[in-house]
């Protein structure tokens, strides 16, 4: 199946909603700018099983992205906790 204009920016913008959600500033500008210069990297790409291979490597990095906001949002909720045990035991 071919890959339709709409297909490649629905994947744009989900990869830009995920990583705007990082809590740290670094993370967050990294992720964004990594998006936007793999999709202006590859906007002149016309072979279909490219642009396929290509959307599959965004689902991809969606995935990893979303999984990557899940555990630095539990790490920073698990530090929390354990300042929080820390700081009433003493």
């Not at 909603?17 to 990294?30: D, G, L, Q, V």
């Not at 995935?63 to 929080?84: F, K, P, Y």
Request: glycine share 2%; aromatic share 6%; no cysteine.
């Amino acid at each position: 199946m071919a890959a339709s204009t709409a297909q490649v920016l629905s994947l744009y913008r989900k990869l830009m909603k995920e990583s705007s959600k990082f809590p740290s500033y670094n993370y967050r500008t990294y992720a964004l700018r990594r998006v936007q210069d793999a999709f202006r990297a590859n906007r002149s790409v016309e072979d279909p099983k490219m642009v396929e291979q290509l959307l599959n490597q965004g689902r991809d990095n969606l995935d990893m992205i979303r999984r990557q906001v899940v555990e630095h949002l539990l790490s920073v909720h698990l530090s929390t906790v354990a300042r929080r045990q820390s700081a009433n035991h003493h």
